[in-house]
T-cell receptor, first 115, second 112 residues
Framework: NAGVTQTPKFQVLKTGQSMTLQCAQD?????MSWYRQDPGMGLRLIHY???????DQGEVPNGYNVSRSTTEDFPLRLLSAAPSQTSVYFC??????????????FGPGTRLTVL | AQSVTQLDSHVSVSEGTPVLLRCNYS??????LFWYVQHPNKGLQLLLK??????LVKGINGFEAEFKKSETSFHLTKPSAHMSDAAEYFC??????????FGAGTTVTVRA
């Protein structure tokens, strides 16, 4: 198993540009999510999905869109990049057991800089 | 509502000495608690988790944590630090199926 994969690893954008961060998992996990990591703030949830066709907002959803057309893929779209979106983005997945007790698996991250 | 406070932003220890990373949480329900580790430029890896079974939880690489409900704490310890333990550590609480709340992180430095 490749686990959770993310592309690209690094990206530099100009303000106003759009782009899509890719995330895929091969573990047949129902639950997938996107986090951003900023210094001193831990990880904050952007969007999550509990299965194909079902998505919902997390703590910091503004400026981001998601969709989940398949179990495996969960792309994150930046509609019009802003410097405040400079961050490290992590995709994660877990099986989806009740009670939030199952282990969450993280991808290697995408380091995004918006100029 | 749930939240997590990691009491130390940075901990420095000598190789071979004990490591203590402190975590307090607040939760309206009986939470699940996790510790994750992040090595430089890597993703997060699960160290251990508490899910209402034994209050003393053993994890990978010699780490363990004790859940103390009366103190709302879930501190992480290791008896003897190794150079490879240098990393950032996150305490995480989960109250429900969908949302994890992360602490701000503790950076561990290990001196030779």
């Amino acid at each position: 198993n490749a686990g959770v994969t993310q592309t690209p690893k690094f990206q530099v954008l100009k303000t106003g540009q759009s782009m899509t961060l890719q995330c895929a998992q091969d573990m047949n996990h129902e639950y997938m999510s996107w986090y951003r990591q900023d210094p001193g703030m831990g990880l904050r949830l952007i969007h999550y999905s509990v299965g194909a066709g079902i998505t919902d907002q997390g703590e910091v959803p503004n400026g981001y869109n998601v969709s989940r057309s398949t179990t495996e893929d969960f792309p994150l779209r930046l509609l019009s990049a802003a410097p405040s979106q400079t961050s490290v983005y992590f995709c994660a997945s877990r099986l989806g057991l009740a009670g939030g007790t199952d282990t969450q698996y993280f991808g290697p991250g995408t380091r995004l800089t918006v100029l | 509502a749930q939240s997590v406070t990691q009491l130390d932003s940075h901990v420095s220890v000598s190789e071979g000495t004990p490591v203590l990373l402190r975590c307090n949480y607040s939760s309206s329900y009986s939470p699940s608690l996790f510790w994750y580790v992040q090595h430089p430029n890597k993703g997060l890896q699960l160290l251990l988790k508490y899910t209402s079974a034994a209050t003393l939880v053993k994890g990978i690489n010699g780490f363990e944590a004790e859940f103390k409900k009366s103190e709302t704490s879930f501190h992480l310890t290791k008896p003897s630090a190794h150079m490879s333990d240098a990393a950032e550590y996150f305490c995480v609480v989960s109250e429900n199926d969908y949302k994890l709340s992360f602490g701000a992180g503790t950076t561990v430095t290990v001196r030779a």
